[in-house]
């Protein structure tokens, strides 16, 4: 897979280059140090993934991010920081970004673009955990008026809790096809276009 990494620590990136190219499954195609040239190689290279830090001076990550985005809705978007920060986590669970996972945890870079590659979004466990303490619950919300039944309701709930389709499966003993259905009435629903917004639509418009 060919990635960009932009981070504002330039050992950083040239260590994050060297480590996962040594897995033999990325190549990095280009290496950045701020949001503008995140943009401008995200134009250039149109990687599979883009890595990227968050607090960087002049432009965040996440305003280069919603910048790529409009662009190009269909890139990926990982980000890796250090900052566990409950405004960063909304703003990027809600503008579409593929994953937010922190440096610390190293060793899951490489599986989390794996999964980014694959379709999925990936959120690490620190930050999932931290997800229902942002917001408060709300007394009530109309479930009937949006057309969505106990058992949606049910399995938007372990989505949003971060549960695989294939663990939904499981701990409802249904198939993983019947699944992926409910999960798509939802999206069509609520007007969502993937899991990732529908975990956010939970915590913001169900329990926010």
């Known amino acids: ?25 990325v190549t990095v195609a280009a290496m950045g140090s701020s949001g503008k040239e995140a943009i401008e190689l995200s134009r250039t290279h149109k990687p599979d993934v883009i890595l990227m830090d968050i607090r960087m001076e002049g432009m965040t990550g996440i305003e ?13 978007i990982l980000y890796l920081t250090t900052f566990s920060d409950d405004e960063y986590i909304i703003k990027a669970l809600g503008m ?3 994953g937010y996972i922190l440096k610390q945890d190293f060793d899951g870079i490489v599986p989390a673009l794996e999964a980014v590659m694959g379709g ?13 303490e942002i917001m408060k619950p709300k007394e009530s919300f109309d479930f009937a ?7 949606e309701r049910e399995i938007m709930e372990l ?12 701990q409802l003993f249904l198939g993983e096809g019947t699944v992926r259905n409910y999960i798509s009435n939802l999206l069509d629903k609520l007007m969502l276009r993937d899991r990732t917004q529908l975990a956010v639509y939970y915590y913001t418009e169900v329990r926010g």
Do not use: Y
């Not at 280069?64 to 990926?76: D, S, Y």
């Not at 999925?120 to 229902?132: H, K, L, W, Y």
């Not at 989505?159 to 499981?170: H, M, P």
């Open 120 to 132: 999925q979004s990936v959120f690490g466990d620190q930050i999932i955990t931290r997800i229902p």
């Open 159 to 170: 989505v949003a809790k971060g549960l695989s389709n294939k663990e939904i499966a499981a």
């Open 96 to 98: 579409g970004a593929k």
């Open 145 to 151: 008026s949006h057309g969505i039944s106990d058992k």
């Open 1 to 25: 897979m060919n990635i960009i990494v932009i981070d504002d620590d330039r050992l950083v990136a040239l260590s994050l280059k060297t480590i996962l190219e040594s897995t033999g499954k």
């Open 64 to 76: 280069a991010g919603e910048v790529i985005l409009k662009e190009q809705p269909e890139a990926r």
